[in-house]
C-alpha cells in the first residue's frame, strides 16, 4: 500500500519534476540576459545629432571616437545643419544580437550655401553588458569627405560641343 502511493505520488509530481529541468538557454531571454532593441537608442541618438542636441547624442558615442565627433559636430562651428534623418536599414552583426550594422541617410547643407546635400553613414552598434546600454562606432569618412572641396579639373573648362 505504501508503494502504491509512493508510486502515485511521484507519478503526479513527474511533470513538476521535468518542469525544473528547462535548459538554462531558454532563461537567457528572461531577466538580466536581455538585450534591449537597438532601434529606440539609434534613433533618440540619430533624433539628438539631427536637432543639433550634440552633447546629448555624444553620450552613445564610443569614448575613443568623441574628440572627433565634437571636431565635426560642435555646436557653434558645425558645417553641418541637418534637414533630415533616416535609418534605412539594420542589420544584426552578431549571432547573439549584440552587435547591429544601422545604415543611415542624412541630408544636410553647410551655410552661407543653401543647396541640401545627402550621404549615407554606417553606424556599429554595440551592446555594453556592463554598462547595460548601446554604444555606436561611427563611419565619420563619409563626413570627412563632405567636407573637403570637389576635385575639379584644373585648366580651362571645354567649350560645349556644336549642335
Not at 2 to 29: E, N, Q, T
Not at 30 to 37: A, L, R, S, T, W
Not at 97 to 111: F, H, I, K, M, N
Amino acid at each position: 500500500m505504501a508503494l502504491r502511493r509512493f508510486v502515485l505520488c511521484l507519478s503526479l509530481a513527474a511533470p513538476l519534476l521535468g518542469g525544473c529541468a528547462v535548459p538554462v538557454a531558454i532563461f537567457d531571454s528572461f531577466g538580466d540576459n536581455v538585450i534591449p532593441d537597438v532601434d529606440p537608442v539609434s534613433n533618440a541618438y540619430n533624433q539628438d545629432l539631427r536637432w543639433g542636441r550634440v552633447r546629448q547624442a555624444s553620450t552613445a558615442v564610443v569614448p575613443a571616437q568623441r574628440e572627433k565627433f565634437f571636431e565635426l559636430f560642435d555646436e557653434d562651428q558645425s558645417t553641418f545643419h541637418f534637414t533630415s534623418v533616416e535609418v534605412l536599414s539594420s542589420a544584426p552583426r552578431s549571432i547573439d544580437g549584440r552587435e547591429v550594422d544601422v545604415l543611415v541617410a542624412w541630408e544636410y547643407y553647410s551655410p552661407p550655401a543653401l543647396d541640401e546635400r545627402k550621404l549615407r553613414q554606417k553606424q556599429t552598434w554595440r551592446y555594453i553588458d556592463l554598462e547595460k546600454r548601446w554604444e555606436v562606432e561611427l563611419d565619420f569618412e563619409v563626413f570627412e569627405a563632405a567636407l573637403q572641396p570637389a576635385l575639379r579639373p584644373r585648366g580651362p573648362v571645354p567649350a560645349s560641343p556644336a549642335r
